[in-house]
């Protein structure tokens, strides 16, 4: 019977009342705002892209190359998807913020 995770406290990235939370009023958080560690905002303004770049500079989730497959005398084309030379877009500014996916506040509860 293992323990299902670590007591330390950690420190809560958003505001208090989390895991490491306001327990004391003079504890480990009070010391991280004093520092500046909890300047963490529960907006994200940038995600990693989900597309890439071939070598003729053409952005695509996917991309595929035609080939002709001769088979009993038959001339058929084919799509071949291709796996190399393609560079990831990286990161991506959002249009609107999007909040975080571990902030801890319920926004609507229907």
């Known amino acids: 019977m293992g323990a299902s995770g670590s007591k330390s406290r950690g420190l809560w990235p958003f505001s208090s009342g989390g895991p490491g939370g306001s327990e004391c009023p003079g504890g480990e958080q009070a010391l991280a705002r004093a520092r500046g560690l909890c300047s963490a905002t529960p907006f994200v303004f940038t995600r990693r892209g989900s597309m890439y770049y071939d070598e003729d500079g053409d952005l695509a989730h996917e991309f595929y190359e035609e080939t002709i497959v001769t088979k009993n005398g038959r001339k058929r084309a084919k799509?071949?998807?291709?796996?190399?030379?393609?560079?990831?877009?990286?990161?991506?500014?959002?249009?609107?913020?999007?909040?975080?996916?571990?902030?801890?506040?319920?926004?609507?509860?229907?």
């Open 79 to 110: 799509l071949k998807r291709i796996h190399k030379n393609l560079i990831p877009q990286g990161i991506v500014k959002l249009e609107h913020p999007r909040i975080h996916v571990d902030f801890p506040v319920i926004i609507c509860e229907a």
